[in-house]
């Protein structure tokens, strides 16, 4: 019976410090960790990354390294940049009045040795591994209209300034 008490003891001894250990480093964390907002963009940064969303594709746009299709229209609410870690993840969304075939020969052109170029009842895919980097765009109709998903998954060292060819 006593060595069941101090067994029992050590491990209750054990779980109060897992306990405080816990809690200590979540308020670390909670300490680190910000939420910032400004006008439409909103940026939480904690010890492992950030997250930034943006009402305004456009702002995405500029960082994601990818030409947009001449007169297409961003889609407001459909844009995000997320660093954790070495990695930055740029997503965007676009419209245009152009036949989604005409938008997909344009990008296309603009990837030649891309890794997938597939097409398919009006949706169309191009994956590109250019310039260290992962760029998917996806070209789907809907609701009369061609949208256009970019997303650009790279190392956060890889310069995007200038547009992928």
Known sequence: MKIVLIIFGVVFALGIIG???????GLGIARRT?????????RVETPFGSV???KNAEDAAKNLGVEIYPGARSVGSEAASVVV?????VSASFESSDPADKVFEFYREKFPRANVTESSGGQH?????????????????????????????????????????
């Open 85 to 89: 870690g070495s990695m930055k993840t």
């Open 34 to 42: 910000h939420v910032r907002t400004s006008g439409d963009n909103v």
């Open 52 to 54: 930034e969303s943006s």
């Open 125 to 165: 895919t191009i994956i590109s591994t250019d310039k260290n980097a992962l760029i998917t765009i996806n070209i789907q109709n809907r609701d009369g209209t061609t949208h256009i998903q970019i997303t650009n998954v790279a190392n956060k060292s890889a310069s995007h300034d200038e547009p992928t060819n």
């Open 19 to 25: 306990v405080v250990a816990a809690t200590v480093i």
